[in-house]
């Protein structure tokens, strides 16, 4: 009886903490049928996003700060991305930028935008964007971050102009949050007036034992002191013992940074598993690929056939996608650079060239489907939407 009595009166204390935990916590009854819903609001196939701010940066750079339409804005990782949609000349595209402002703050996403030579949407963002305009995007996306499964807790940064942006959210999320990890930012530009964030980069150096950063100038200005030509593998190696020999490099910059970084990397003997590369778009002089037809100058205009049977302009030397959106013809995109697949269409007939690192899928290249922001028509081709 006594062995009873004490079994009646542990299910009458469980049933005690149930009711106490139901006061404090919904139960999983309250979200059927809300599913997609959830789901929808953590990765939303879109937003719509107000400009609140213009902030002016070193060597014409701006940060445009977005905050959301609906005050709802989704979670991301330091390192990931937005891909804004705009219409210029009655011309929609889209262009990827990184997230240059924490994710540990939920109110705004900064997105840090600097000039480029004929930059199509990145001049008309600097030139004609003001507060108040609104905007269609992606919800953050991206592989290029921290991940601590697999990566070192010391992190070297190879940044290369306008590519310091994702690293500028990696070091705020960290320093601002006290987070246990080790920063050492190399930083590759012309000049120091022209580096962007230089001054906040410095006093992240001055107030936290964790950041390192090293400023490598390419054309330094009368008086630099600091180091000259290209992120070296001499400068790595000296990252890198600071670190005892262990971390994980990532490098965000434009093509020619990759190029010669990657063999700098290779140089030291540092495998593939401890290297992120962020994808930077499009190469803009894609006739200077390795594997280019040689008779092509990149000027070529040839004939794109779709499946509804009519027929585009395409030149050599810009990529399908790009001749699709320039003729009104609405693809599906994200990244811009041969990764995540969503522009992919199907070659029916005619050559393509693609540049080294596109990321077809096993099954994409076995149906002839290919990514095209990453495919130059060098003849006439058909395509399937």
Not at 50 to 70: C, Y
Not at 86 to 95: F, K, Q
Request: hydrophobic content about 35%; some cysteine.
């Amino acid at each position: 009886m006594a062995g009873y009595v004490t079994r009646l009166e542990g299910v009458e204390r469980i049933n005690t903490e149930i009711a106490v935990l139901g006061t404090h916590n919904k139960r999983p009854s309250l979200y059927r049928g809300q599913t997609q819903a959830i789901i929808d609001r953590l990765h939303p196939k879109q937003l719509n996003l107000e400009v609140s701010e213009i902030i002016d940066r070193p060597g014409g750079a701006k940060t445009l700060r977005f905050v959301s339409q609906n005050g709802y804005l989704p979670v991301f990782q330091a390192g990931q991305y937005i891909n804004i949609f705009v219409e210029i000349d009655g011309v929609r595209t889209s262009r990827p930028y990184s997230i240059s402002s924490s994710p540990r703050q939920r109110g705004y996403y900064d997105l840090t935008i600097a000039p480029v030579e004929q930059g199509f949407v990145s001049g008309y963002l600097l030139k004609n964007v003001q507060v108040g305009d609104q905007f269609e995007s992606s919800a953050p996306s991206g592989e290029f971050h921290y991940n601590p499964a697999f990566h070192s807790k010391n992190m070297i940064m190879l940044a290369g102009g306008s590519g310091i942006t994702p690293f500028m959210s990696m070091s705020r999320e960290v320093l601002d949050s006290g987070i246990d990890r080790n920063l050492h930012l190399i930083y590759g530009c012309r000049n120091e007036s022209c580096a962007v964030f230089l001054d906040e980069l410095k006093d992240m150096e001055a107030r936290h034992s964790n950041f390192t950063l090293t400023v490598v100038a390419s054309a330094p200005e009368t008086g630099y002191k600091g180091k000259t030509g290209f992120i070296s593998s001499e400068v790595i190696r000296e990252a890198l013992e600071g670190f005892g020999g262990d971390a994980t490099f990532y490098i965000c910059g434009p093509q020619a940074m990759y190029e010669f970084t990657r063999k700098e990397l290779d140089s030291l003997n540092i495998p593939q598993r401890k290297i992120r590369q962020e994808m930077f778009g499009a190469r803009r002089d894609i006739q200077n690929e390795p594997g280019w037809p040689q008779e092509l100058d990149g000027s070529e205009v040839f004939k794109i056939t779709l499946d509804d049977g009519r027929t585009i302009d395409g030149r050599s030397g810009e990529s399908l996608l790009t001749a699709l959106e320039r003729a009104g013809v609405r693809v599906n995109v994200c990244c811009r650079s041969g990764v995540c697949s969503l522009c992919r269409v199907k070659l029916v007939k005619g050559k393509v060239f693609m540049p080294e690192g596109v990321l077809l899928r096993y099954t994409d290249e076995q149906f002839g489907y290919i990514h095209s922001c990453q495919a130059y028509p060098i003849g006439d081709v058909e395509i399937a939407l």
